[in-house]
T-cell receptor
Framework: ETGVTQTPRHLVMGMTNKKSLKCEQH?????MYWYKQSAKKPLELMFV???????ENNSVPSRFSPECPNSSHLFLHLHTLQPEDSALYLC?????????????FGEGSRLTVL | AQSVTQLDSQVPVFEEAPVELRCNYS??????LFWYVQYPNQGLQLLLK??????LVESINGFEAEFNKSQTSFHLRKPSVHISDTAEYFC??????????????FGKGTKLSVIP
């Protein structure tokens, strides 16, 4: 059992739908991340929250909206997505700002946009 | 700016044969280097890391990587692979992103396929 849990594991949605991805970490970490993993591309960092405050937003389109209500939970709200947004979305957490480089990843949410 | 280059997208190798997965990085400052592994249908897991000290680092399952500053490389090696090593391997480098936070920049990954 992973210390980082993501739900749902699979999601199919139309371009006009609104859905959310959820991430929960049980490790007591103080930073959480959203990554996008697409075929044949490097992992793309989307958002970083440290101590529940967003510290980085890598020019992600506004149709992706993150929410971090507390240090254990992270959401990614999805609205009017495009087919090219289909990918595996990975949540991760770390302690101490990630200096050691050790991120703990969830198993991912596979998103398909029709 | 930092970047990571993994020269091989796919590496097939027979069981019990040696393997080397190549990684080169570019950075204008000192770096910390990492290898992550992603088994099928799973998230990424840290395999090994170089922060300082000995340039040769090892994992618990027989992989090792050597930090070579002059060649800006951090290649991953294993002398004898097993079927269970079939996975995708990602090289990564850290960068400081502000507010006491360090972020990882990943390479595109190398898929290792171990052939029985």
């Amino acid at each position: 059992e992973t210390g980082v849990t993501q739900t749902p594991r699979h999601l199919v949605m139309g371009m006009t739908n609104k859905k959310s991805l959820k991430c929960e970490q049980h490790l007591g970490h103080n930073a959480m991340y959203w990554y996008k993993q697409s075929a044949k591309k490097p992992l793309e960092l989307m958002f970083v929250y440290s101590l529940e405050e967003r510290v980085e937003n890598n020019s992600v389109p506004s149709r992706f909206s993150p929410e971090c209500p507390n240090s254990s939970h992270l959401f990614l709200h999805l609205h009017t997505l495009q087919p090219e947004d289909s990918a595996l979305y990975l949540c991760a957490s770390s302690q101490g700002g990630g200096l050691s480089g050790e991120l703990f990843f969830g198993e991912g949410s596979r998103l398909t946009v029709l | 700016a930092q970047s990571v280059t993994q020269l091989d997208s796919q590496v097939p190798v027979f069981e019990e044969a040696p393997v080397e997965l190549r990684c080169n990085y570019s950075s204008s400052v000192s770096v910390y280097l990492f290898w992550y592994v992603q088994y099928p249908n799973q998230g990424l897991q840290l395999l090994l890391k170089y922060l300082s000290g000995s340039t040769l680092v090892e994992s618990i399952n027989g992989f090792e990587a050597e930090f070579n500053k002059s060649q800006t490389s951090f290649h991953l090696r294993k002398p004898s692979v097993h079927i269970s090593d079939t996975a995708e391997y990602f090289c990564a480098v850290t960068r400081y992103s502000g507010a006491g936070s360090y972020q990882l920049t990943f390479g595109k990954g190398t898929k290792l396929s171990v052939i029985p």
